[in-house]
């Protein structure tokens, strides 16, 4: 039967007898197979891998990177990778560095499963990052990845094996993304836990200046850093952290507060000075008088240092007795030594209240100690308002005179006209309110009051001049020069002969005499009429002259009351 097989084989006997030949092996292209070393020549291995055929190997394959060509001899077992069974030439493809890539892969994919670091060496630099080799994979590492904080120089890690995080594995692509930051900050959190455990609120401790920023200062504590806030430095103001420290200065802190979620870890310097906060209420008592000098200004008053860590605040209503509404740097600079009295203290929000005008003289009480109420002032007209005029006195204040203080005859706007900006006037006291800063004034109380007693009656003639004539009747004005009343005389009121009621028939300037019928106090009114003064004197002439059964007529009597006046004029 074996002779016939031989003789005649079917390709199943063929298949047969090649699986006794290959010992039974199952092999297949795309996988890791062991073979043996038969010769060297010149860069290459000739590797028999248990085929018919042999396949030949790049002696650089079996070199790491970096390494020089590996001692590899006659009769040695390798692995490698089988991509075909045979080529064109009848040769086995085979590679030893796709070997040590899948066994590499295999392993990595183990240790990304259990999250554990891998050993691996950068070899090379690319666009964004550098070259990994972890045993035999490419990894690629992010430039952001190197290190903690940003590396100026990697030539110093390049080419040292080391424990890299991998981050992202995908074989399909042949794509690996590691991490060599990932495992110092693991490291560091380990090395951070144990040093804060170590570490206690209210502890004084020792460190070192690393940094400095706008907000404070980090300290290194031996391992582990601390912030050392701006407002934690001293009970005094600190405008930046350079003004107390500089990098490198060893200085002795306080652990304020440790926060065992962030490991955050607050420090203080001030916190190991007296507070000079106690006793402030006995230091500075309200209404007491002190010199400090200005550190800080903002738009809503200025700070004043009493003594290094103690400020107070002066605003900006309490810096100046006349100057209302002004920014306060237009009123006092930075540095600027000034005496300030204590307002208000509370220990418990740390803050004192200052006042700068309350050390100054109140210009409310000097005026009305210089200048008492009825006394008469010369002042400059600063404003004039639809309710009157602002006139400007002695140390930056105002006076004002009220419309209806303007003039005893005509109303305040038709008074406040005749008042020019800058004009110089005088004007009497009326009142002074210190409490509220006014001062009140007065320009008709110049002159005494024309309604005041007596001075106008019922029936009493007063002499007038024209000064304006109308279709209606005729103004006029009387009494003193300096408070002169003025009235109108109805054309009615102008002659008890109706003829001579016309208005025309007067000129302005003209004067003439007419009898006070109405004297209204409370309006300011003063009615005049010719005709009752005609009608009064015409009955008085009859009571003198002559009577109803004298015989004497009307003309007779009143050329008699005619010449007797004239002769008295």
């Keep these: 039967m074996a002779d016939d097989m031989s003789l005649n084989p079917s390709r199943d006997d063929f298949a047969a007898l090649l699986d006794e030949s290959l010992g039974g092996?199952?092999?297949?292209?795309?996988?890791?197979?062991?073979?043996?070393?038969?010769?060297?020549?010149?860069?290459?291995a000739i590797v028999d891998v248990g085929l018919k055929t042999e396949g030949r190997v790049s002696l650089k394959e079996f070199s790491a990177p970096g390494e020089d060509k590996p001692p590899l001899k006659v009769g040695d077992t390798v692995e490698v990778f089988l991509e075909r069974v045979e080529n064109a030439m009848g040769e086995a493809v085979i590679s030893r560095e796709k070997a040590r890539r899948e066994e590499a892969w295999t392993r990595l994919e183990e240790v990304y499963a259990k999250n554990e670091p891998v050993m691996g060496v950068i070899v090379g630099r690319v666009k964004g990052g550098f070259t990994v080799d972890l045993g035999g994979a490419s990894a690629f590492l992010p430039g952001s990845q190197v290190d903690i904080r940003p590396v100026r120089d990697v030539g110093p890690l390049m080419g040292r094996e080391q424990p890299f995080a991998i981050l992202k594995m995908d074989r399909p692509r042949g794509n690996i993304v590691v991490s060599r930051r990932a495992i110092l900050e693991e490291a560091r959190a380990e090395q951070r836990t144990e040093l804060v455990s170590q570490l206690q609120e209210g502890e004084v401790r020792e460190g070192?200046?690393?940094?400095?920023?706008?907000?404070?200062?980090?300290?290194?504590?031996?391992?582990?850093?601390?912030?050392?806030?701006?407002?934690?430095?001293?009970?005094?103001?600190?405008?930046?952290?350079?003004?107390?420290?500089?990098?490198?200065?060893?200085?002795?802190?306080?652990?304020?507060?440790?926060?065992?979620d962030t490991q955050r870890i607050s420090l203080g310097m001030k916190q190991l000075q007296s507070d000079p906060w106690d006793g402030v209420e006995a230091k500075y008592p309200v209404g007491a008088k002190f010199t400090g000098r200005i550190t800080n200004i903002t738009d809503y008053g200025a700070f004043v240092e009493l003594e290094a860590g103690v400020e107070?605040?002066?605003?900006?209503?309490?810096?100046?007795?006349?100057?209302?509404?002004?920014?306060?740097?237009?009123?006092?600079?930075?540095?600027?030594?000034?005496?300030?009295?204590?307002?208000?203290?509370?220990?418990?929000?740390?803050?004192?209240?200052?006042?700068?005008?309350?050390a100054l003289a109140n210009p409310w009480e000097a005026f009305v100690a210089a200048h008492p109420i009825g006394s008469v002032v010369d002042g400059e007209v600063k404003n004039?308002?639809?309710?009157?005029?602002?006139?400007?006195?002695?140390?930056?204040?105002?006076?004002?005179?009220?419309?209806?203080?303007?003039?005893?005859?005509?109303?305040?706007?038709?008074?406040?006209?005749?008042?020019?900006?800058?004009?110089?006037?005088?004007?009497?006291?009326?009142?002074?309110?210190v409490e509220k800063e006014r001062i009140s004034l007065g320009i008709k109380q110049l002159s005494g009051d024309p309604l005041q007693g007596d001075t106008f009656r019922k029936g009493q003639t007063v002499t007038t001049t024209v000064t304006e004539i109308t279709s209606g009747g005729i103004e006029v004005k009387f009494g003193e020069d300096d408070a002169p009343m003025t009235a109108f005389i109805r054309k009615s009121d102008l002659s008890r002969d109706r003829a001579d009621q016309r208005p025309e028939r007067f000129a302005?300037?003209?004067?003439?005499?007419?009898?006070?019928?109405?004297?209204?106090?409370?309006?300011?009114r003063v009615s005049l009429s010719v005709k009752a003064l005609e009608m009064a004197e015409e009955k008085e002439a009859i009571e003198q002259f002559g009577s109803s059964d004298s015989g004497a007529s009307l003309g007779d009597i009143l050329g008699a009351a005619l010449r007797e006046k004239a002769q008295k004029e």
């Design 25 to 44: 092996r199952d092999f297949m292209e795309g996988q890791v197979v062991h073979g043996k070393v038969v010769a060297i020549e010149k860069d290459f």
């Design 208 to 260: 070192v200046v690393k940094n400095i920023t706008d907000y404070g200062a980090f300290v290194d504590l031996g391992g582990i850093d601390g912030l050392l806030h701006v407002t934690d430095m001293s009970w005094k103001r600190v405008n930046h952290p350079s003004q107390v420290l500089a990098v490198g200065d060893t200085v002795k802190v306080q652990i304020v507060k440790i926060n065992p």
């Design 312 to 358: 107070g605040l002066v605003h900006v209503s309490e810096m100046s007795w006349t100057k209302k509404n002004v920014h306060p740097g237009k009123i006092v600079s930075t540095s600027q030594e000034v005496d300030v009295v204590v307002l208000d203290v509370d220990p418990s929000k740390r803050r004192v209240s200052l006042g700068l005008k309350q």
């Design 384 to 433: 004039a308002t639809e309710f009157g005029l602002f006139i400007g006195l002695e140390n930056d204040i105002d006076g004002m005179v009220h419309l209806s203080d303007l003039d005893w005859a005509v109303s305040g706007e038709e008074a406040i006209a005749k008042y020019q900006k800058g004009e110089s006037v005088k004007a009497r006291v009326l009142d002074v309110d």
């Design 508 to 524: 302005v300037g003209d004067r003439l005499d007419a009898q006070v019928t109405n004297v209204d106090k409370a309006a300011r």
